[in-house]
């Protein structure tokens, strides 16, 4: 008998979770927004989402970011994307149904999913929570082959999404939705490498780029109380990026005619998601100092017996962990660190892609799903 109490409790449970549901199991027909071909426009369509399973957690998309990543998987800049292409790993939305095993989250409560909705959990990298870099193969939100439906993931771009609970971040009651979603790609690839390099009050930090991943370095770290500069091609961010708090901001030309910068900072971290001569940031790293390629731009022309000469770094930093990235919501959230949105309707995406290419962003476009 002394077994049968659980039983008799995880039956009742399943029963309430299930008349709290507000949908059936599923599979579920949704209205996404994606491309049929590489480079092509985009349009509305249908997609099907997997049938909720025992771990699962459905949402109603309420937001999605726009990533500089989208943009390059839809055009096909780094290899001809699975068709059809729904990009989308910023998204948040509310909870309408749970499977019966999952305990971290009840209809009604509002999820986040980063850049991935699964991994193996059980290789080194998973077991230290770092499911991005899983050895056998991280499942990205989009463009990736999907291990429980077949073919490939469809993101955010779409008004469903069904995810296994370990993969969704909790969002905090009284968060500001409209300016959530961004954190969970362009703010966990920026404070990881902030928090990995250990960066403390008073030290010199300088962000290459001021786009969506840039804006969020800047906020992130001038939070940690460094003393940030930030450099950027576009003269028209100098005044944004001091208005963020950063302690100086420079075009890359104009820093680099500058000695007093040379040897200066203590981390760099680029942003910058195209390729750039790299030599000219270097000679900024004081010894022993690291630069952070974020932006996965192709970082050219460095001189190896002038990183010996001052012993620096070229690292590479890729998102976060499930755990980092619920860590940066409540960080985000507990100090009221919020990316600068522009919020627009799905049938916008097309031209919020020519302004994002255009730098013509301020800092991040969110689509909002509520609205279609
Ligand atoms: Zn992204
Ligand atoms: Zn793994």
């Known amino acids: 008998m ?3 109490a659980p039983l008799l409790f995880a039956s009742a449970t399943t029963q309430a979770q299930s008349a709290r549901n507000a949908v059936a199991a599923g599979p579920y027909p949704t209205r996404a927004w994606g491309v049929t071909e590489t480079a092509g426009k985009f349009a509305p369509m249908t997609i099907q989402r997997r049938a909720l399973g025992d771990n699962d957690v459905l949402l109603d998309i309420l937001y999605a970011g726009i990533c500089h990543s989208d943009v390059h998987t839809a055009r096909g800049d780094w290899g001809a994307p699975g068709l059809p292409c729904v990009p989308g ?9 749970v499977g019966r095993n999952v305990t971290k989250f009840r209809v009604g409560d509002v999820g986040g999913v980063g850049c991935m909705v699964d991994a193996c959990g059980s290789c080194e990298n998973c ?6 870099i899983c050895v056998n193969g991280t499942t990205f939100t989009y463009d990736s082959p999907d291990k429980v439906s077949g073919g490939h993931t469809l993101g ?3 008004e469903r999404i069904v995810v296994t609970e370990k993969f969704v971040i909790r969002i905090p009651p009284g968060m500001d939705l409209r300016a959530t979603a961004p954190i969970l790609c362009a703010g966990i690839t920026t404070f990881s490498p902030i928090r ?5 009050p008073g030290q010199r930090v300088a962000v290459v780029g001021l786009g969506g991943l840039g804006h969020m370095a800047v906020k992130l770290a001038v939070a940690q ?3 940030v500069t930030v450099l950027t091609t576009t003269p028209g961010k100098i005044a944004a990026a001091r208005a963020m708090g950063a302690s100086a901001a420079y075009l890359w030309q104009d820093a680099q005619a500058r000695p007093e910068l040379r040897n200066h900072f203590d981390l760099m971290i680029s942003t910058v998601p195209y ?3 790299a030599e000219p940031f270097m000679q900024m790293l004081k010894l022993d100092s690291t630069f952070v390629n974020v932006g996965l731009g192709e970082a050219r022309g460095i001189n190896p017996a002038a990183m010996a000469f001052g012993r620096k770094s070229l ?3 890729m998102i976060g962990g499930i755990a980092e990235t619920q860590e940066v919501i409540d960080h985000c959230f507990a100090r009221h660190i919020y990316p600068d949105v522009e919020v627009i309707r799905p049938e916008q995406i097309d031209a919020a892609y020519q302004r994002v290419v255009g730098k013509d962003v301020r800092f991040r476009f969110v689509i909002e799903f509520a609205s279609s």
């Open 2 to 4: 002394a077994a049968a």
């Open 89 to 97: 790993h910023e998204i948040v939305g509310r909870v309408v149904a």
């Open 127 to 132: 077991l230290a929570d770092r499911e991005q």
């Open 156 to 158: 955010g771009y779409s």
């Open 196 to 200: 990995h390099w250990g960066v403390v």
């Open 225 to 227: 109380r460094a003393d």
């Open 275 to 277: 390729a750039f001569e």
């Open 315 to 317: 690292a590479g930093s």
